[in-house]
């Protein structure tokens, strides 16, 4: 299947919010301003890097296939001082949805690692990294 960038974005949002939502906690999207209210209950930021997009074969206007490829990071932050039990939970909720799938439309998942940052004020931030692939033919 053929993806452009938003439908690409679309599948891999949407991904994280059907695997996030039954967690009760708050999720925020990269780009939506001024969203973020903030308690001591863990909540998650969720960003999308397209990186690159290179033709994949030779043809006419219609059968040009590009190759997009990019990171999604899910920064999960969880309360500073309780360990970081509930934070590898949560990271593994959201790699365990993105490891070695591919969505219906065509989005190949792979690579997905975790990434303890550390402390960022009252939070502890750990982040899952999903590099994702796609094709988009034009």
Request: proline share 2%; no cysteine; charged share 20%.
């Amino acid at each position: 299947m053929t993806l452009t960038y938003a439908e690409a974005a679309k599948d891999i949002g949407s991904l994280m919010l059907a695997v996030w939502t039954p967690t009760g906690h708050d999720i925020h999207w990269d780009d939506v301003r001024n969203q973020r209210n903030l308690s001591d209950d863990p909540w998650a930021v969720f960003v999308i890097r397209h990186a690159s997009g290179t033709q994949d074969n030779l043809g006419g206007i219609g059968n040009r296939n590009f190759v997009r490829t990019g990171t999604a990071i899910a920064s999960i932050f969880t309360p500073s001082g309780n360990g970081l039990s509930e934070s590898y939970a949560l990271a593994k909720v959201v790699a365990d949805a993105y490891e070695g799938q591919s969505s219906d439309n065509g989005v190949w998942f792979r690579n997905v690692r975790l990434q303890e940052i550390g402390r960022e004020s009252q939070f502890y931030q750990t982040n899952v990294l999903i590099d994702f692939e796609y094709n988009e033919t034009k």
